[in-house]
């Protein structure tokens, strides 16, 4: 019997990643939804694009994530297919630390409709030009080697050969005599390496994903009862506690269901006034 609270409970979905998703996504969608999560890897997603900058992605990062999920399907001939995509940039509030986003998609083709997890958060991702053992060697602490790998190219960060995946002490001497060897300029590039089986921050962010994604599954829409049922605005405009202008923090977050376009307000919990250092009258 299937379990109204759980839409996707008893239910397969296909899950295409050669990167080792699989090790957090199964199990957060077969804890929390019941959904079963069939790994699929006669595929090499590398094809889509690569951190390494050797193969561009394939359209945008939601593009890359629905193209994953619907070879997933046509491979495993679900009706339901799950992918993952990641993208790195800045942070949003400073523009001074790596930050990392993460997309975990749910196609569902029984259903019509798609859901989608995401997460951001702050990045393993330290890089930097090296002439030397030596300054290699100080920027070992910030790439958090070895529990985070290694990526080594001649020159920069540019050049079109390098070695990843390197793990070990061994390994990342070997590869930097290997760039030392072929560099023109007598540089060594050395980064992060941003795969998810080679990153655990990247692994634990893509999991927060899949938990936003995994709510989303549960949250049933009130009138037509499809899974998704999910806040997509905030009203804004919390009145000062000091002279009650309108303040740029929520009051309201608005619901809205893909499917039959319902609409919800719901107030804020605990919302009543706003500190005036966040009004903009009295702290301009």
């Known amino acids: 019997m299937s379990n109204p609270l759980k839409p996707y409970a008893g239910l397969k979905a296909s899950l295409l990643t050669q990167h080792g998703k699989e090790s957090v996504i199964c199990p957060q969608l077969a804890d929390s939804n019941g959904l079963e999560v069939l790994h699929v890897d006669g595929y090499d997603t590398d094809k889509l694009g690569s951190f390494t900058r050797d193969i561009p992605r394939y359209g945008s990062q939601l593009d890359a994530a629905r193209k994953k999920a619907r070879v997933g399907m046509e491979l495993s001939g679900s009706l339901l297919g799950i992918a993952s995509e990641g993208a790195f940039d800045n942070d949003p509030y400073t523009g001074m630390l790596p930050w990392n986003y993460e997309l975990v998609i749910l196609i569902d083709d029984t259903r019509n409709m798609e859901l989608i997890g995401f997460f951001g958060g702050e990045a393993q991702s330290t890089s930097r030009q090296v002439s030397n053992w030596k300054e290699l060697n100080t920027l070992l602490s910030e790439a958090q080697f070895t529990t985070h790998q290694l990526v080594v190219r001649p020159d920069d960060e540019y050049h079109p050969e390098c070695r990843k995946g390197i793990k070990d002490i061994d390994s990342l001497r070997e590869a930097f005599e290997w760039a030392t060897s072929l560099s023109k300029s007598g540089n060594v590039f050395v980064e992060n390496d941003l795969r998810a089986h080679t990153n655990p921050t990247r692994m634990a962010n893509i999991l927060k994903a899949t938990q936003d994604l995994s709510r989303k599954m549960n ?11 999910w806040i997509t605005e905030r009203r804004k405009g919390l009145p000062c506690s000091h002279c009650d ?3 740029n923090l929520p009051v309201a977050n608005i619901w809205s269901c893909t499917k039959c376009m319902f609409k919800k307000e719901e107030a804020v919990s605990g919302a009543s006034k706003a500190d005036p250092s966040k009004c903009q009258r009295c702290n301009p």
């Open 245 to 247: 202008a309108p303040t």
């Open 219 to 229: 949250s049933l829409c009130p009138e037509c009862k499809s899974p998704g049922f």
